[in-house]
């Protein structure tokens, strides 16, 4: 069965600090895809970075970085000197490559305060 | 521009009463799915579609009904609803299934039933 838990419900950190939203995936597929999503108070869904089972090289996108290791079956999501208009709800997610769900965590809820 | 739309956005109802969440996409996509977000459990796959007249069933499918007449629309059928189904619905689509798709999501749809 695949699975994904994001075990951090909610965090709350003051503006300019860096912070790690964890995601720990479980799956017997050996093709599979990794997605982050973000939700803003605003409610719709922002697509920020998929990542497929080959590819495990790190990504940074501005200040947005994403760490996939398959060995502990994590793609954790580190945001560096956040800001206020980075507070959200985070989802990750995981596919694989037969059907089209996405099998989504918890969310961690995510508090930047000025 | 490409989009899902979704109608209403937002909507209150009473127990029992029958209605519709329309779901249309312009991007001429095979698969369209239907989810809903509760706070704590993510979001869950309701129903999806691989095609016109090809519907399944996802995670959670008990008291909603779907339909794919056309290959643009996707409704929410809610036959009976409770307050249980209470929740934040989104649609989305993809040109195909298999997670090295996009999947886009509409801006959701808030229900509440009383």
């Known amino acids: 069965a695949q699975k994904v838990t994001q075990a951090q419900t909610e965090i709350s950190v003051v503006e300019k600090e860096d912070v790690t939203l964890d995601c720990v995936y479980e799956?017997?597929?050996?093709?599979?895809?990794l997605f982050w999503y973000k939700q803003p108070p605003s409610g719709e869904l922002v697509f920020l970075i998929r990542?497929?089972?080959?590819?495990?090289q790190n990504e940074i996108s501005g200040r947005y970085s994403w760490n996939f290791q398959k060995s502990t079956s994590s793609f954790n999501f580190t945001i560096t000197a956040s800001q206020v208009v980075d507070s959200a709800v985070y989802f990750c997610a995981l596919s694989n490559n037969q059907g089209g769900k996405l099998i989504f965590g918890q969310g961690t809820e995510l508090s930047v305060k000025p | 521009e490409a989009q899902v739309t979704q109608n209403p956005r937002y909507l209150i109802t009473v127990t029992g009463k029958k209605l519709t969440v329309t779901c249309s996409q312009n991007?001429?996509?095979?698969?369209m799915s239907w989810y809903r977000q509760d706070p704590g459990l993510g979001l869950r796959q309701i129903y999806y579609s691989m095609n016109v007249e090809v519907t399944d069933k996802g995670d959670v499918p008990e008291g909603y009904k779907v339909s794919r007449k056309e290959k643009r629309n996707f409704p929410l059928i809610l036959e009976s609803p409770s307050p249980n189904q209470t929740s934040l619905y989104f649609c989305?689509?993809?040109?195909?299934?298999?997670?090295?798709?996009?999947?886009?999501f509409g801006p959701g749809t808030r229900l509440t039933v009383t």
């Open positions: 989305a689509s993809s040109l195909g299934t298999g997670g090295n798709y996009e999947q886009y």
């Open positions: 799956t017997r597929d050996t093709t599979y895809y």
């Open positions: 990542r497929n089972s080959f590819d495990e």
């Open positions: 991007m001429n996509h095979e698969y």
